[in-house]
Nanobody, 123 residues
Framework: QVQLVESGGGLVQPGGSLSLSCAASGFTLDYYAMGWFRQAPGKEREGVSCITGSDSSTYYADSVTGRFTISRDNAKNTVYLQTNSLKPEDTAIYYC????????????????WGQGTQVTVSS
């Protein structure tokens, strides 16, 4: 059974950091691009970052470039999102997802999704 489980969310002050993880099971992670998305209350789901399965090329939304870093460890079936210099507008539920055809920040291309982890940035 395919499963993606996110962890690492929480409450952090502005300027702080969180390390998010996404543990995958039930499929071969190597063959999939992996993405991180987020959704704030009343807003559409937004692509944050993705990483290819072939050569681990990375892509970021403009809003997080220079602050977030995506990485993957295929041997551990895990994808990570390091979030630094967090801002209140980063507050959202963060989801990881898997796409079979390549890296994109469009959620339409992703076939497997986790349940999400809440990130709240507030003083």
């Amino acid at each position: 059974q395919v499963q993606l489980v996110e962890s690492g969310g929480g409450l952090v002050q502005p300027g702080g950091s969180l390390s998010l993880s996404c543990a995958a099971s039930g499929f071969t992670l190597d063959y999939y691009a992996m993405g991180w998305f987020r959704q704030a209350p009343g807003k559409e789901r937004e692509g944050v970052s993705c990483i290819t399965g072939s050569d681990s090329s990375t892509y970021y939304a403009d809003s997080v470039t220079g602050r977030f870093t995506i990485s993957r460890d295929n041997a551990k079936n895990t994808v990570y999102l390091q979030t630094n210099s967090l801002k209140p507008e980063d507050t959202a539920i963060y989801y990881c997802a898997a796409a079979p055809y390549g890296c994109t920040l469009s959620f339409h291309e992703y076939v497997y999704w986790g349940q999400g982890t809440q990130v709240t940035v507030s003083s």
